[in-house]
């Protein structure tokens, strides 16, 4: 099992703590605004959510892993190609829903982390989504229909953010 902060020697209890620990983490990530200065997309942004959700539990949390992973019989991005993969999906475009998703995918095959880059790597993409996506959707809806009240839209844009997200 993996070296721990807590001093936790079964993997059980650390399974459990780490699920306890990085819920209420990734709550506060929203709730106390820590998403709100971060460049949407960006490696930097990641590292950022990955240090926040994990950094009671590992000495790794929000560094570059230093191995090679799989998962099943899939390897992530090689060592060797790590760093540049990563300067690539940093210019990626992600002007609409689909190049986030493509950035996304990519993102999950670099597997930066040694552990816990599913969990990041989602509040990533919902970061970047409600940046870049939805943010200006509203906005621009705002000026069209001159509202100031914008809780009608606020549900608009919420269901266009869950419809796209979930839909195949
Ligand atoms: N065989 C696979 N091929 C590609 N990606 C995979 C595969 N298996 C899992 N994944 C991706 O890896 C993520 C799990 O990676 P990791 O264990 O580092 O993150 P986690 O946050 O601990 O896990 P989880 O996402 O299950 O909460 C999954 O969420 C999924 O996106
Ligand atoms: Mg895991």
């Given amino acids: 099992m993996l070296e721990n902060k807590l001093g936790l020697t079964s993997s059980a209890d650390l399974a459990r703590e780490e699920e306890r620990i990085s819920k209420k983490k990734a709550m506060e990530l929203f709730e106390k605004g820590i998403l709100d200065n971060l460049p949407a997309g960006k490696f930097s942004a990641l590292q950022v959510i990955h240090k926040y959700l994990f950094e009671d539990i590992y000495d790794y949390a929000g560094k570059i892993r230093t191995v090679n992973i799989a998962k099943g019989s899939f390897r992530f991005a090689p060592l060797i190609y790590l760093e540049a993969a990563l300067e690539n999906i940093d210019k990626m475009p992600q002007s609409n829903f689909d190049e986030i998703v493509e950035k996304y995918v990519e993102m999950n095959i670099a597997h930066p982390f040694r552990e816990g880059n599913g969990r990041s790597t989602r509040i990533w993409l919902d970061h970047a989504t409600i940046t870049k996506v939805i ?30 997200r979930y839909s195949s």
């Fill in 135 to 164: 943010r200006p959707l509203k906005q621009k809806s705002c000026k069209r229909v001159k509202k100031t009240d914008t809780t009608t839209l606020d549900d608009v844009c919420f269901c266009y953010f869950s419809v796209s």
